[in-house]
């Protein structure tokens, strides 16, 4: 199982410039969820998806960013136009709800930096 | 709503010392809890969950017991390792919640040789 996947794993851009992150969960995972990190706000969820459709896009931060999910084994996050304040780590995390526990598996993230 | 709050850090420790790292919930139904490691320059991985009151959920020599009554999922380790240096999340899910999980803000530890 080669766990869920995130490209690229560091991006740096200039202002202005659009940004698009990627993820592929793991296999069968019916469940996906974009997270951002900072030191100052700690660990944001942004958005997150169940059978390929958007549940709950509330911790979007404004109409810069947009998320989609096109099949069950891919999907992006794109920051248009960025921003240096959207610099952070971007987590993308699967799972598979059961009946009762609801575990996440994250991936190694992308360390997003914006001059 | 559903709300973690964990004790602040960071915790400096020495090797082999005692861990306790506090985490209380505040649910509206009847969630599963989990700890969530961070190493390092990595993502956050399950270090163990439990899903009903009085279940003790246990990995790596890290322990923690769902207490309903004091609304309660504290972490414990009796002997720490430099290697346990990390940030430690609670965090938790429950139906009523959708598929959200709710994370605390973390706690960073640091273990001295």
């Known amino acids: 199982d080669a766990g869920v996947i995130q490209s690229p794993r560091h991006e740096v851009t200039e202002m202005g410039q659009e940004v698009t992150l990627r993820c592929k969960p793991i296999?069968?995972?019916?469940?996906l969820f974009w997270y951002r990190q900072t030191m100052m706000r700690g660990l944001e969820l942004l958005i997150y998806?169940?059978?390929?459709?958007?549940?709950?896009d509330s911790g979007m931060p404004e109409d810069r960013f947009s998320a989609k999910m096109p099949n069950a084994s891919f999907s992006t996050l794109k920051i248009q136009p960025s921003e240096p304040r959207d610099s952070a780590v971007y987590f993308c995390?699967?799972?598979?709800?059961?009946?009762?526990?609801?575990?996440?598996?994250f991936g190694p993230g992308t360390r997003l930096t914006v001059t | 709503g559903n709300s973690v709050t964990q004790m602040e850090g960071p915790v400096t420790l020495s090797e082999e010392a005692f861990l306790t790292i506090n985490c209380t919930y505040t649910?509206?139904?009847?969630?599963?809890l989990f700890w969530y490691v961070q190493y390092p320059g990595e993502g956050l991985q399950l270090l163990l969950k439990?899903?009903?009151?009085?279940d003790k959920g246990s990995n790596k020599g890290f322990e923690a017991t769902y207490r309903k009554e004091t609304t309660s999922f504290h972490l414990e380790k009796g002997s720490v390792q430099v290697s346990d240096s990390a940030v430690y999340f609670c965090?938790?899910?429950?139906?009523?919640?959708?598929?959200?999980?709710?994370f605390g803000a973390g706690t960073r530890l640091f273990v001295k040789a």
């Open positions: 998806f169940n059978n390929n459709v958007p549940i709950d």
């Open positions: 965090a938790l899910s429950d139906k009523l919640g959708g598929f959200k999980t709710i």
């Open positions: 296999s069968g995972h019916n469940s």
């Open positions: 649910a509206t139904g009847y969630p599963s």
């Open positions: 439990a899903t009903k009151a009085d």
């Open positions: 995390a699967s799972s598979l709800p059961g009946q009762v526990i609801y575990e996440q598996y």
